[in-house]
């Protein structure tokens, strides 16, 4: 990217991070979430993959604050629990001048770690934090997708959906490590593209074309596979191919303008137009 371009990457984008700044000191995380899919859609004008954290880090964050103002006994506790947010939104601002992926996914999994606090049920205090259960919970799972690939290609599956909510359950219950929410961003972001290659290869007459659905998917399924190889995470690759699944749903998203809502196929947590958030 020319100095020109980088320049106006910087100043474009930061005007939607401001603004979600300013909706997040007035708790509107409604709207928030759809400023982050706008930031999503601008990182497609200037396509590096950089760019796209600052967009990744809000969306995600955004459904922690959503489901705290949405429990009565929660809500008590939202101004506590926004200091978090604030700080980690001042980081994503910061990341513009020096553009350290490393420390801005470091940042991000200090939020993470606080705001789990404020997310954990009453019955969640009888889990002791355990990060190694995660590590090795994270492991099973990513074995048992490779394994039962397959239910990708089954009609009306909710597979992503399953693999997600047992990640949410055990990050939540036990705590993790850096690895495993990177694993989960993937994976959660993955369930954002998914329905439309689903939808792509959705016949009228209720039929998948199973091969051409696992051409479409082959090259995130490959690398959410060889996470399961890697000890330390390479920040680097991995945002790159992080990129390559959100620029591809923006795309379809542009393509598609979204999914019919009355169609009776998969729609992640959080896809559905009535609120767009994924659990955490």
Not at 114 to 126: P, Q, Y
Not at 177 to 204: A, D
Not at 250 to 257: A, G, L, T, V
Request: net charge negative; with cysteine; proline share 2%.
């Amino acid at each position: 990217m020319s100095d020109k371009s980088f320049d106006l990457a910087n100043k474009i984008l930061q005007q939607d991070i401001n603004a979600c700044f300013d909706l997040f000191e007035k708790d509107n995380f409604q709207l928030i979430n759809i400023i982050a899919n706008r930031y999503l859609e601008n990182c497609l004008i200037f396509d590096d993959y950089q760019l796209c954290l600052p967009g990744v880090f809000i969306k995600d964050m955004v459904n922690d604050y959503v489901a705290i103002i949405n429990n009565p006994e929660k809500r008590k506790t939202i101004n506590s629990a926004k200091v978090f947010g604030e700080k980690l939104i001042l980081k994503i601002q910061d990341f513009f001048s020096d553009r350290n992926e490393e420390k801005l996914w470091n940042d991000f999994y200090k939020y993470n770690l606080s705001i789990n606090e404020f997310l954990r049920e009453k019955i969640d205090v009888h889990y002791l934090k355990n990060p190694q259960f995660s590590s090795k919970s994270f492991e099973f799972l990513l074995n048992y997708i490779e394994n039962h690939v397959d239910y990708l290609y089954v009609i009306n599956n909710r597979f992503l959906e399953g693999i997600l909510d047992i990640m949410v359950r055990v990050i939540r219950n036990h705590d993790f490590h850096l690895s495993e929410l990177t694993v989960y961003i993937y994976l959660k972001f993955l369930g954002f593209l998914y329905p439309y290659i689903y939808y792509e290869n959705y016949s009228s007459g209720q039929q998948l074309d199973n091969e051409k659905m696992k051409k479409d998917l082959s090259f995130y399924i490959e690398f959410l596979n060889s996470l399961k190889e890697k000890t330390e995470i390479d920040i680097i690759d991995f945002d790159k191919n992080l990129w390559s699944i959100v620029k591809k749903w923006r795309e379809m998203y542009i393509f598609y303008k979204g999914l019919p809502i009355e169609r009776d196929l998969l729609i992640p947590v959080g896809l559905k137009r009535s609120n767009n958030k994924s659990k955490k």
